[in-house]
C-alpha cells in the first residue's frame, strides 16, 4: 500500500511559479512510476507528467515547457514544478503512483494508477 500527500498548492497571479510536492509512503518512489494529473471543474482528468524510477520523464500534451516533474529518492518525493502559470492551469492537482514495470512504462491514462492522493488546490488568476 502507497500513501501519497500533496501540497504546495496555491492561489497566484497569471505569469507566477508554483511547486507542488508529494511525499509517498508505504513504499518508494524507486518502484513506482510516480504523476501528476489535474481536473478542473466540470473537466476531464488529464495527464500532466509522469517520471520513472530511473528518471526518464514524459510529459501531457502542451505541458512540456511550462512544467517540470523531479523526484528525490532520499526523501520519497515527488515535485512538479510549474512556471508562467496561466488561469486555465486553475485545477486540483493529483499525485499518482503504480507499480513499476518496465514492459508497461509511463502511461498518461489515469486508470493505469493504483494509488492516489487526495489532491492540492492551483488557482491563477489574471
Known amino acids: 500500500q502507497v500513501q501519497l500527500v500533496e501540497s504546495g498548492g496555491d492561489s497566484v497571479q497569471a505569469g507566477g511559479s508554483l511547486r507542488l510536492s508529494c511525499v509517498a509512503s508505504g513504499s518508494t518512489v524507486s518502484s513506482h512510476s510516480m504523476a501528476w494529473f489535474r481536473q478542473a471543474p466540470g473537466k476531464e482528468r488529464e495527464a500532466v507528467a509522469a517520471i520513472a524510477p530511473g528518471g526518464r520523464v514524459a510529459y501531457g500534451a502542451s505541458m512540456k515547457g511550462r512544467f517540470t516533474i523531479s523526484q528525490d529518492n532520499a526523501k520519497n518525493t515527488v515535485y512538479l514544478q510549474m512556471i508562467s502559470l496561466k488561469p486555465e492551469d486553475t485545477a486540483t492537482y493529483y499525485c499518482?503512483?503504480?507499480?513499476?514495470?518496465?514492459?508497461?512504462?509511463?502511461?498518461?491514462?489515469?486508470?493505469?494508477?493504483?494509488?492516489w492522493g487526495q489532491g492540492t488546490q492551483v488557482t491563477v488568476s489574471s
Open positions: 499518482a503512483a503504480r507499480r513499476w514495470s518496465s514492459s508497461s512504462g509511463l502511461s498518461h491514462l489515469p486508470s493505469a494508477y493504483t494509488y
